[in-house]
């Protein structure tokens, strides 16, 4: 089947230490983002990506990198420099960019930084 | 700005009855596209719906159902004769088609809605 995968589901790192959150999808879709979630905020976009090698800053982009140097594949680094880390981080793609399709998500990844 | 407000955080039913949820938002792009997402416990967000701004027609899909009213800028979702698994956060989002960040969702904070038995 079809889907987003998202790895790991938990995620536990100290303070300072950068990290990568793994986001892998096999639908063939053009578009993909990262969303972060806070309690009671909603999902704020992070970093999106329309096409391979090419993405662009989303609303809370500081402290975060990322990568396309595969379609299937737009890992998020949560650097040192991410003053409040730890949140539920959601990885997404779409048809896009041409078409308004719906986002399918993957189940998350939850960083604990301590 | 918020775009898309959700204005009810929390909203505990008893199983069976109907319960609306409240989106408003806002946009200054003649061509936009709302949806409904459904978040349950284990995180994943889940599709609902997508309506685009030129079709106002409501849409009824088994016990859900959306009432699109562009005078009022809203985009309610009701679920009719509830049930314990529709528990769940539920998100509205906006998508425009002039924004600068593709294609991408402005979600509202989301609604918890709480179904006991």
């Known amino acids: 089947d079809g889907g987003i995968t998202q790895s790991p589901k938990y995620l536990f790192r100290k303070e300072g230490q950068n990290v990568t959150l793994s986001c892998e999808q096999n639908l063939n879709h053009d578009a993909m983002y990262w969303y972060r979630q806070d309690p009671g905020q909603g999902l704020r976009l992070i970093y999106y990506?329309?096409?391979?090698?090419?993405?662009q800053k989303g609303d809370i982009a500081e402290g975060y990198s990322v990568s396309r140097e595969k379609k299937e594949s737009f890992p998020l680094t949560v650097t040192s420099a991410q003053k409040n880390p730890t949140a539920f981080y959601l990885c997404?793609?779409?048809?896009?960019?041409?078409?308004?399709?719906?986002?399918?998500f993957g189940n998350g990844t939850r960083l604990t930084v301590t | 700005a918020q775009k898309v407000t959700q204005a009810q955080t929390e909203i505990s039913v008893v199983e069976k009855e109907d319960v609306t949820l409240d989106c408003v938002y806002e946009?200054?792009?003649?061509?936009?596209?709302l949806f409904w997402y459904k978040q349950p416990p284990s995180g994943e967000l889940v599709f609902l719906i997508r309506r685009n701004s030129f079709d106002e027609q409501n849409e009824i899909s088994g016990r859900y159902s959306w009432n699109f009213q562009k005078s009022t800028s809203s985009f309610n979702f009701t679920i009719t004769a509830s049930q314990v698994v529709d528990s769940a956060v539920y998100f509205c989002?906006?998508?425009?088609?002039?924004?600068?960040?593709?294609?991408?969702?402005?979600f509202g904070k989301g609604t918890s809605l709480l179904v006991t038995p």
């Open positions: 946009t200054r792009d003649t061509t936009y596209y």
């Open positions: 990506s329309q096409i391979v090698n090419d993405f």
């Open positions: 997404a793609s779409s048809m896009g960019p041409n078409g308004v399709s719906p986002l399918h």
């Open positions: 989002a906006l998508s425009e088609a002039n924004s600068n960040s593709g294609y991408a969702l402005n």
